[in-house]
């Protein structure tokens, strides 16, 4: 497609349940990212791949959270026993190379009640 | 995330008039600086960046202000439109093999007609 794609764009889930989120990045982009936006915040970094592995996982808050990229395009963000804290808009961007500029998708916003 | 302070947090600014969000940081070892666009319901764009080699970079009306001995840089928005009616987050990012970006808490720019 001509952007990153996002699904779902909104999702309810209750605390304690378990959501994914998937990103489908801009065709022939090597780099993916996923990034975490809470209410009139910037976004934070979770987590970037190149390729189909993760080569930097540093900003995952915890074990709960876990994302992959198996074939090296589509990536999903997975969290376990969701909390209410986890409630945000959730980011994700692709670049072509590991200099190009992010291309940032339109987001998912899970809301934890 | 204290490494980057933007500033203000809100802006109202005329018609025509002139914009300006200003970004300190702490971290020496960001090399790339890029100030991003975000409207309500979208992911972030890419406005423009800027490297440490030069002090300042102009596209249009948009010019960045680099001012490495003071760990600062500044956006500017010339001929202010209402159309530039948005959240501006600064986003440096770490050089090597580093790929995030350390976004801002972002400015709400409001121009008036």
């Known amino acids: 497609g001509a952007g990153v794609s996002q699904t779902p764009s909104n999702k309810v889930t209750e605390k304690g349940k378990y959501v994914e989120l998937r990103c489908d990045p801009i065709s022939g982009h090597t780099a993916l990212y996923w990034y975490r936006q809470s209410l009139g915040q910037g976004p934070e970094f979770l987590i970037y791949?190149?390729?189909?592995?993760?080569?930097?996982d540093s900003g995952l808050p915890n074990d709960r959270f876990f994302a992959v990229r198996p074939e090296g395009s589509v990536s999903t963000l997975k969290i376990q026993r969701t909390e209410r804290g986890d409630s945000a808009v959730y980011l994700c961007?692709?670049?072509?190379?590991?200099?190009?500029?992010?291309?940032f998708g339109s987001g998912t916003r899970l809301t934890v009640v | 995330q204290q490494q980057v302070k933007q500033s203000p947090q809100s802006l109202i600014v005329q018609k025509g008039g002139i914009s300006i969000i200003n970004c300190a940081y702490e971290?020496?070892?960001?090399?790339?600086f890029p100030w991003y666009q975000q409207f309500p319901g979208k992911g972030p764009a890419l406005l423009i960046a800027i490297r440490p080699d030069v002090s300042e970079k102009k596209e249009g009306r948009f010019t960045i202000s680099f001012n490495k001995s003071a760990k600062q840089f500044s956006l500017h928005i010339m001929d202010s439109q209402p159309g530039d009616s948005a959240t501006y987050f600064c986003?440096?990012?770490?050089?090597?093999?580093?790929?995030?970006?350390?976004f801002g808490s972002g400015t709400q720019l409001t121009v008036l007609p």
């Open positions: 791949f190149q390729g189909t592995g993760a080569a930097d």
């Open positions: 986003a440096p990012r770490v050089g090597g093999s580093a790929r995030q970006l350390t």
């Open positions: 961007a692709s670049s072509p190379d590991r200099e190009g500029g992010y291309t």
């Open positions: 971290n020496t070892a960001f090399d790339y």
